[in-house]
């Protein structure tokens, strides 16, 4: 393990630079001038003392489109019976790109907002990852596009590349980002997360649960969301659920109740690992318990849709209750789950008496740590590899500051073929006016209002649009269909397509 900084010289070189205010946010003096020092940082890192303490998310930005279509108004048009969409999926509305927005447009527009809402420096960013499925091109990595961005402050020592797997990829971004930051490659720059994707399905009783989305996400030491050091738990395995072998399409390939008994199966490994780990750290402070549910004040996952989310929690409680030596099943949580004591969790994975009653039991736990994080998705609908950051920022806008302050938020991140883990999120203990957890909530607060200055398009118009986008977001020489003044202010979009399938982008002006 490679140790960095002594305490006193990391807090003067760093610890100003987090004392942000949203909008604008000031960063130190030497970055904002562009005289951003790498040289003492080397020499510290061979001879530090301490790991940078709570390196994790310091700001977050979300970009979803400028219109979506109603699922009411959608199983109306698609003739299924009333409720299919918004109570069976738990969806309200989807978002969806035209055919002039593609993934590389995505990211460009949330880095840009991210850097410029918080006035970041782009010379103070030393390293850069992106995170999607969305393919384009099979050799070229959106990171290379997004470097477009840098080109004014000549900072081209930008580390980081793409990484893909299904809705996975942010997730190991992320982790990339903070593993730099604690190694000894860091040189005491700041890390970039970018999530991005355009969910996108063949006519049919997949489309519904599409979507399109990107977060940003700016990675450092001292953070408000910091990463809890050694209890991830991982779970990976070879399996065919949702994957994308055509090349030429935009569609997956999906095999839907296969998907979801790999992502119940993932969350089984991945909640079983962590209590392990973390009990493990328990155990060695003095501390001996179970980890349970109720040691997170909020949980977050991956969001497909938003009741696979509900049966999700539901989950956790019956891994709860199996692994409890002792649990009272006379009262509380547990009352009335006598009779399922003893089954195995991998025989239950289609069980819908098990989901009923377990369902039943979480109702409230539910309500209380993870329906507030579903607002963007049951709006917009599954980003793939924002989804679960998407409900971060979703959790950060319906709180205060105060109320979130030391609390643990657990992360559920999955990705088909397969690949998930779980986390955990620190919640700094200062929420005073100014501190960086109140501004990084603060500068989410915009979200409901941006989520309602949508444009609502018919279902018809919505079924038009994708229709031009499967047939055209393949050609060449050519301009994509789709207005720019249809746009948020500040969007990026794809200008053109030219002969030799190179991609031009612009931007709406503010």
């Keep these: 393990m490679f140790r960095l900084l002594s305490q006193a010289k990391r807090c003067l070189q760093v610890k100003r630079g987090l004392q942000r205010s949203l909008c604008p946010v000031r960063f130190p003096a030497a970055v904002e001038q562009n005289r951003f020092s790498t040289t003492s940082h080397s020499a510290q890192a061979q001879t530090g003392s301490s790991w940078p303490k709570d390196v994790g998310i310091l700001a977050l930005e979300v970009y979803f489109p400028s219109q979506y279509v109603d699922q009411v108004e959608l199983e109306k048009y698609d003739g299924v019976e009333a409720g299919k969409y918004t109570i069976g999926l738990g969806q309200k509305q989807m978002g969806f790109c035209a055919a002039h927005e593609d993934i590389n ?72 980002s903070a593993d730099w930051m604690e190694s000894s490659s860091w040189d005491g720059r700041y890390a970039l997360v970018v999530c991005g994707d355009i969910a996108v399905y063949a006519t049919g009783n997949a489309r519904p649960t599409g979507g399109a989305g990107a977060v940003a996400m700016l990675v450092g030491p001292e953070a408000p969301l910091a990463l809890e050091r050694g209890v991830r738990g991982t779970h990976m395995e070879h399996v065919y659920d949702f994957y ?45 318990k179970h980890c349970t549910l109720e040691d997170f004040q909020f949980m977050i996952f991956h969001t ?24 009272d099943a006379e009262s ?20 819908k008496e098990v989901d009923k ?21 049951a709006r917009n609908g599954n980003m793939y590899t924002p989804s679960v950051y998407g409900c971060l920022a979703s959790l950060l806008a319906q709180y205060t500051a105060e109320q979130l302050a030391g609390s643990r938020i ?12 779980m986390f955990s999120l620190k919640v700094s203990e200062n929420s005073a006016p100014g501190s960086p957890l109140e501004k990084l909530v603060s500068s989410l607060s915009d979200l409901g209002a941006r989520l309602e200055s949508r444009k609502c398009v018919p279902p018809e118009k919505f079924a038009e649009m994708m229709k031009i986008r499967e047939e055209t977001h393949h050609l060449v020489d050519h301009t994509p269909h789709g207005l720019s003044s249809d746009l948020f202010p500040g969007t990026w979009y794809l200008e053109r397509v030219d002969e030799k399938n190179r991609r031009n982008y612009a931007q709406r002006t503010l």
């Design 332 to 351: 509380g949580i547990y009352k009335g789950l006598q009779d399922f004591r003893n089954v195995k969790l991998e025989d239950t994975y289609s069980s």
């Design 105 to 176: 447009s995505l990211c460009l527009t949330v880095v840009h907002r991210l850097v410029e809402r918080n006035r970041i420096s782009w010379d103070s960013i030393g390293r850069l990852e992106v995170g999607t499925e969305t393919i384009i091109d099979k050799s070229k990595a959106v990171k290379t596009v997004l470097m477009q961005l840098f080109e004014d402050s000549g900072n081209t020592d930008v580390e980081g590349i793409d990484t893909t797997n299904a809705c996975y990829g942010g997730t190991a971004s992320l982790f990339n």
């Design 410 to 421: 657990g992360v559920f991140s999955y990705g088909s073929g397969l690949a998930a883990s």
């Design 244 to 288: 994308k072998p055509d090349l030429a399409s935009e569609y997956p390939m999906v095999d839907g109740q296969l998907s979801i008994q790999c992502y119940f199966r993932a969350l089984d490994r991945c909640y079983a690992t962590y209590r392990k780990k973390i009990e493990s750290q328990w155990q060695k402070a003095g501390i001996n």
């Design 304 to 327: 497909p849709f938003c009741k696979l989310v509900q049966k999700s929690l539901a989950r956790v409680v019956l891994n709860d209750f199996l692994a409890s030596p002792s649990p």
């Design 357 to 377: 009653a377990f369902q039943k039991a979480s109702q409230e736990l539910f309500k209380q740590k993870t329906q507030p994080s579903l607002f963007l998705s």
